[in-house]
T-cell receptor
Framework: EDQVTQSPEALRLQEGESSSLNCSYT??????LFWYRQDPGKGPEFLFT???AGEEKEKERLKATLTKKESFLHITAPKPEDSATYLC?????????FGAGTTVTVRA | GAVVSQHPSRVICKSGTSVKIECRSL??????MFWYRQFPKQSLMLMAT?????????EQGVEKDKFLINHASLTLSTLTVTSAHPEDSSFYIC?????????????FGPGTRLTVL
């Protein structure tokens, strides 16, 4: 059975304090690893897709990396508007299995 | 980017009534859509996969007679919660599969908050 584990569950950061979120997974036939941002009461917003180990993608203050067993989402110099729950999901073959998410709170 | 809408965004109903939620892909065609539910402070749980022109595939433990799914066109899927009860209160989110080949990506709707009294 596909498993996706995210850590930590919650992360409180000071504005400008960089940190990383972890997503570890076990899946057969990985077709992609996805990162989403979810704000309270809203649907997930697509951030990145990673397809193979060694791949990296960046968007503003966010950078996602992928290995054969885990993915990291690095937040560099976060701002309060980066506060959200970040979800990791693996796709195999067409279904997404989600982790429980990491709730990030950035204080000014 | 690909846009998915849901309607209504919020609904309150009495126990025993049925509620229909619509999911539309606005700027692309989606042969496959997915329905999820999310309880407070929990992640998304896949309920069913909806394929245009065929019957939906339900995940284990999801009652297909209670959660009716219809995918009548390439841009519309509907979820009907029949004879709703308070335990059906949840946040329902749909997604639509975009792209083709090895790089299929899901884009999510904004969600529908269902409250059953």
């Amino acid at each position: 059975e596909d498993q996706v584990t995210q850590s930590p569950e919650a992360l409180r950061l000071q504005e400008g304090e960089s940190s990383s979120l972890n997503c570890s997974y076990t899946v057969s036939g990985l077709r992609g690893l996805f990162w989403y941002r979810q704000d309270p009461g809203k649907g997930p917003e697509f951030l990145f897709t990673l397809y193979s180990a060694g791949e990296e993608k960046e968007k503003e203050r966010l950078k996602a990396t992928l290995t054969k067993k885990e993915s990291f989402l690095h937040i560099t110099a976060p701002k309060p508007e980066d506060s959200a729950t970040y979800l990791c999901a693996v796709q195999a073959p067409d279904k997404l299995s989600f982790g429980a998410g990491t709730t990030v709170t950035v204080r000014a | 980017g690909a846009v998915v809408s849901q309607h209504p965004s919020r609904v309150i109903c009495k126990s025993g009534t049925s509620v229909k939620i619509e999911c539309r892909s606005l700027d692309f065609q989606a042969t496959t859509m997915f329905w999820y539910r999310q309880f407070p402070k929990q992640s998304l749980m896949l309920m069913a996969t909806s394929n245009e022109g065929s019957k939906a595939t339900y995940e284990q433990g999801v009652e297909k007679d209670k959660f009716l799914i219809n995918h009548a066109s390439l841009t519309l899927s509907t979820l009907t919660v029949t004879s709703a009860h308070p335990e059906d209160s949840s946040f329902y989110i749909c997604s639509a599969l975009a792209g083709g080949g090895a790089k299929n990506e899901q884009f999510f709707g904004p969600g529908t908050r269902l409250t059953v009294l």
